[in-house]
């Protein structure tokens, strides 16, 4: 079909609430895509860290077709073959007792903010309904009414109010600033410890360290939202690693459902995870047999093909090239792995608009930011293939 028409029908018919680039993906296989009239392009996006195995492995899609023709949805109404090896690979790999299954990044927030409030109440002593939780400037952590109302983004909240109160704000990377939002009702520090939304944004080295020490010193739990950052993105299995601390709480998606459907999940020990009790929370489709049989094998290829190292190995070369390109309209580079924003002094989107012509998929964020983020399985000659394409674009 004319891709023109395809974009035509989709705009008619759907809501205003993006701003795709203008291709329309019919077919995709590893780190390339293919439009509706057969051009290729290097899928540098993942979907937001949600292909990071790369599209449609053949080991995922055999383990979801496999399912698929036994049983897909039992809801969490009765026990399902599937679930309890995917929730034991889930905390060995993140190094907790118990996991909470959900489907999308934002419902796993809103577990993990369900979880924070009743700990405060039943372990820290909080009184009813004062429970407050600390978040970051600039945050980005879904797009429920609760969580856009702590955003610090105008546009995620204009003409969504009113919002739930009990959230306080502090300086990303400025642990003093937590030190003095952190109150006596406070029951949880939730933060994400790379923000990507905000342009791919590492704070400064120690800092995650700090948070750590500050939460232990005043009684409060360290929650940290790896949706985008975790299952290897930044080089290590979870960007918390990096500083080698353990929080309270894990929050995780995206790649977790191994490009082929949505699978997230809240992650800790049982000492938390036990003050939830029959009836408290659920999910009809969350920990669903297709999605634990999806999510099980998507944390296996993690490991046997060994893809966070091979995003730690690769995202040092991609920040080294693009360093040594010298762009002087570039303000910054940044990132961990392969997960890297490109600071502009200028909008972004004329140059994804010109490295899509090139056959390179990448989007801006906020605006200035150019984010590159292929699938962990991307070659070094596929990256270089990239890079050239990149470079033609900002040095012209």
Not at 12 to 40: H, M, T
Not at 61 to 90: D, N, P, Y
Not at 166 to 189: N, Q
Request: charged share 20%; hydrophobic share 40%; with cysteine.
């Amino acid at each position: 079909m004319n891709i023109t028409r395809i974009i035509d029908r989709e705009q008619r018919f759907g809501a205003n609430n993006y701003s795709p680039l203008p291709v329309a993906i019919s077919r995709a296989q590893g780190v390339w895509v293919e439009d509706c009239d057969g051009k290729r392009y290097l899928d540098m996006m993942s979907a937001y860290s949600a292909v990071s195995h790369g599209h449609a492995h053949p080991r995922i899609v055999a383990a979801a077709i496999a399912q698929l023709q036994k049983v897909s949805v039992v809801s969490r109404a009765f026990h399902s073959e599937t679930l309890g090896h995917f929730l034991e690979a889930l905390c060995e790999i993140a190094g907790f007792e118990a996991a909470l299954p959900m489907n999308s990044g934002a419902e796993a927030v809103e577990t993990a903010i369900k979880a924070a409030r009743r700990w405060g109440y039943r372990v820290k002593g909080i009184a009813r309904d004062k429970a407050r939780i600390v978040t970051a400037t600039d945050n980005f952590h879904g797009r429920t009414t609760t969580i856009v109302g702590f955003s610090t983004e105008p546009q995620y909240k204009d003409g969504f109010g009113p919002f739930s109160d009990g959230f306080d704000t502090a300086t990303f990377g400025d642990i003093d600033s937590f030190r003095a939002a952190i109150g006596p009702d406070t029951c949880a520090v939730l933060i994400e410890p790379i923000q990507g939304e905000a342009g791919i944004r590492v704070p400064p080295q120690g800092f995650l360290r700090q948070l750590r020490e500050l939460c232990d010193a005043t009684n409060t739990l360290l929650i940290l939202d790896e949706i985008q950052s975790g299952l290897g993105r930044t080089g290590k299995t979870f960007a918390f690693e990096h500083e080698g601390i353990r929080p309270d709480g894990l929050i995780v998606g995206k790649a977790l459902g191994g490009g082929i459907l949505p699978v997230s999940a809240f992650i800790a020990d049982h000492a938390l995870m036990d003050l939830f009790d029959a009836g408290s929370h659920g999910s009809t489709f969350g920990g669903n047999p297709l999605a634990a049989a999806v999510g099980l094998e998507a944390l296996r290829v993690l490991e046997d093909e060994q893809l966070a190292q091979n995003s730690a190995e690769l995202g040092a070369y991609l920040q080294q090239r693009l360093r040594e390109m010298a762009v002087p309209f570039v303000r910054h580079i940044r990132g961990r792995g392969l997960w890297v924003g490109i600071e502009l002094d200028r909008p972004a989107r004329p140059y994804c608009e010109a490295l899509m012509a090139l056959g390179v998929l990448a989007k801006e964020t906020h605006e200035t930011v150019l984010r590159i983020a292929p699938p962990l399985c991307i070659s070094r000659e596929e990256l270089d293939w990239g890079l050239e394409r990149i470079q033609q674009v900002l040095l012209g």
